[in-house]
């Protein structure tokens, strides 16, 4: 299955951009998803069914192993790489997709085993923890993953890892000292 992709791109009122690029079904999500980062108003013509998708249903037909790797790219981009950032909602998150909260809210289960706020918490407090080995401050570390409050930062962590942020500190301090000797 090929497709014909008809980009615009309006730098200014005179200047309208159009590329067609003939692609396969391998990278038609790939180019979509690129497209919807750049922010660019394209149209998509099937020549399977002379259908036109638009903005509005960017994704007509995404195969699992697309999917996978668009959410792939959702977790890298607002959880590896930018832990120290509170994500858009899981909502705008789809939306900046082209897909539905719910096939957002499924499709991520099924890349990751679990749901997104889930993963992020976890990781933002395994990135907590690994602050506090190196060091930092309660205070410093709540600050620097986005609490507002410190004692919201130390209910989390200690809902995750059954401890304080304090004593759990002290711990690992304790063990290297242990370990050094």
Request: proline content about 4%; glycine content about 4%.
């Amino acid at each position: 299955m090929s497709a014909l992709y008809h980009l615009n791109q309006n730098s200014t009122e005179d200047n309208l951009i159009n590329i067609v690029l003939q692609v396969n079904a391998d990278n038609c999500t790939e180019l979509i998803q690129h497209l919807v980062n750049l922010k660019l108003d394209f149209k998509f013509y099937s020549s399977h069914n002379k259908q036109v998708i638009n903005e509005e249903n960017k994704f007509p037909y995404v195969p699992n192993s697309s999917m996978k790797k668009i959410m792939e790219t959702v977790y890298h981009k607002y959880i590896v790489n930018n832990i120290e950032n509170i994500p858009p909602t899981q909502e705008s998150i789809a939306n900046e997709l082209g897909i539905s909260y719910g096939t957002f809210k499924t499709h991520f289960k099924e890349a990751f085993g679990k749901p997104f706020y889930q993963l992020y918490t976890e990781k933002k407090m395994e990135y907590a923890a690994r602050l506090l080995i190196q060091g930092l401050k309660v205070v410093q570390v709540s600050d620097r993953i986005g609490y507002s409050h410190p004692i919201k930062f130390n209910k989390m962590f200690q809902k995750h890892f059954g401890i304080t942020p304090k004593k759990f500190q002290m711990t690992k301090f304790k063990e290297a000292r242990t370990k050094s000797l």
